[in-house]
């Protein structure tokens, strides 16, 4: 039976909160409905019309005409799931989930509602959890729906959960309630139809499975899911707990998470998967699903990898080792651990003297100093201990400066090499610059040669000398 110590303590709605609840006008959300309206619970009744089925429209009119008569404030919308369904390549069930809960979380943000409440009840429960134990699911998906639960996907800044009232309710009680009342609900044709996976489910495998096997098959289910969900908030703060001991940087905006390599590795296997789902849907929270395959290759990887390898991850996200720490990212996006220097996506710049041009990740200064012989040895000093500057023979320089990314192909003739030129990808390859950031490394150069690679080396025809004249000082200031 409807439970208020339920909604308080299990979905933690306040008396006076005012909560949209999904009404699709079936015995299930009218049984939602009218027990809301019977506590004096504020509540905004919210009907979606998928427009799949020609009796939507009627079905809608006739969950008005309810609210009118109890005096409830009945918010409607629609969209054309078929087609939503086609345009993002998604299954009809999908595509009608995603539209209806797009449509209620507006609604309650709208309404600046405490929570959208739908009318789950025991027998989903136990349909959900046989859906996911037959496509191989872990504890999360035996645990089955949560009587409260907050969806990044819906509301990223988590302040409204999506609150499940009568989860405890059997589907046998709530029709008994509608007979008793003299309730005629909605009676959706699709509800029968065994081509869903979930209606073979419930009109085929569970009769079969409480007649043959156990009697109390559904009951058994409903208080398993209650013991892993207990089980869950052990698991929960033990994930906590390791995600701070091997966290170095999480951001959801930039699409990046960082951990310290050694610290996660050395969790148990079982934490390691969970602190892989737990970054996966902080990146991707509109997705519903993270496998066992996928933690295992990531996993795998994790273990066997070398300095700087790279390899996809899932859905458009990437992972890497680098310095020690465990990267996963948006692709393209990978976070710039080291600070390497980094241009704004320009492929030429113009570099006055003096002046500045910045860079995504800081900014190179150019300036003619006066250049005074006794000064040599401490310039040069000062160079070997600080690559982000560098003094060079500004005579053998052939203005204007540019900043600018490496062309294909190019070369390059570091100090020390006595003259001898390499590629600009073999350099960075040697300087063990990671493959992501080379494209966008920084380079000054003249009308002719490239002259510095900021923090590495400068070019050797223009090197500084004792005999230098005019002095060029360049420098790398990161942010």
């Not at 506590?39 to 019309?49: D, K, L, R, S």
């Not at 639960?149 to 589907?171: A, C, G």
């Not at 996966?280 to 929270?285: A, G, I, R, T, V």
């Not at 992501?436 to 490239?450: C, E």
Request: charged share 20%; with cysteine.
């Amino acid at each position: 039976m409807f439970s208020i110590n339920f909604l308080r303590n299990q979905c933690r709605l306040k008396p006076n909160d005012v909560v949209v609840a999904g009404i699709s006008g079936g015995a299930d959300s009218l049984y939602l409905l009218y027990h809301l309206h019977e506590i004096g619970q504020p509540v905004i009744a919210a009907v979606f019309n998928h427009q799949l089925r020609p009796e939507a429209e009627e079905e809608v009119v006739f969950v008005q005409n309810i609210c009118e008569k109890l005096g409830i404030h009945c918010i409607t919308g629609a969209a054309d799931v078929s087609a939503f369904s086609k345009l993002h390549k998604l299954s009809p069930e999908e595509a009608a989930r995603i539209s209806r809960y797009q449509f209620l979380f507006r609604t309650a943000k709208d309404w600046e509602a405490a929570a959208v409440a739908v009318a789950h009840h025991a027998d989903d429960q136990v349909e959900t959890i046989l859906m996911h134990f037959l496509r191989g699911s872990g504890l999360d998906g035996l645990a089955g729906m949560n009587p409260i639960t907050f969806i990044r996907q819906w509301d990223p800044d988590r302040k409204i959960p999506l609150i499940r009232p009568i989860l405890p309710v059997w589907r046998q009680e709530i029709d008994a309630w509608c007979k008793e009342n003299k309730i005629q609900p909605v009676q959706d044709t699709s509800n029968s139809d065994t081509t869903y996976f979930r209606n073979q489910l419930r009109h085929q495998l569970i009769p079969e499975l409480e007649e043959c096997y156990s009697p109390q098959f559904k009951q058994h289910l409903q208080d398993m899911s209650q013991t892993i969900q207990e089980d869950q908030r052990i698991i929960h703060d033990a994930v906590n707990v390791a995600w701070s001991a091997s966290i170095i940087y999480a951001n959801s905006e930039k699409q990046q998470i960082v951990f310290d390599r050694a610290r996660f590795s050395n969790q148990l296997k079982g934490i390691q998967t969970r602190l892989l789902r737990k970054a996966f849907f902080m990146l991707q929270s509109d997705s519903r699903d993270f496998s066992f395959f996928t933690s295992t290759r990531v996993l795998e990887f994790l273990k066997n990898a070398k300095e700087n390898d790279a390899q996809p991850f899932i859905n458009h996200l990437w992972m890497a080792v680098e310095d020690g720490l465990f990267l996963i990212y948006a692709q393209d996006r990978r976070p710039n651990i080291r600070k390497f220097p980094q241009t704004l996506y320009t492929p030429s710049t113009l570099l006055n003297l003096p002046g500045e041009v910045p860079l995504e990740t800081g900014r190179i200064i150019g300036s003619v100093v006066d250049f005074n012989p006794q000064e040599f040895d401490s310039m040069i000093y000062l160079m070997k201990n600080n690559r982000s500057i560098v003094y060079l023979d500004s005579d053998k320089i052939a203005l204007p400066l540019y900043v600018r990314n490496a062309k294909r192909g190019e070369t390059f003739s570091p100090l020390g090499s006595n003259g001898h030129t390499q590629k600009i990808s073999d350099f960075f390859i040697n300087q063990k610059i990671p493959k992501n950031y080379r494209g966008l490394f920084p380079l000054v150069s003249d009308q002719n040669a490239i002259i510095w690679i900021p923090g590495y080396r400068p070019a050797e025809f223009c090197h500084l000398t004792a005999d230098t004249k005019h002095c060029l000082c360049l420098i790398w200031e990161p942010q």
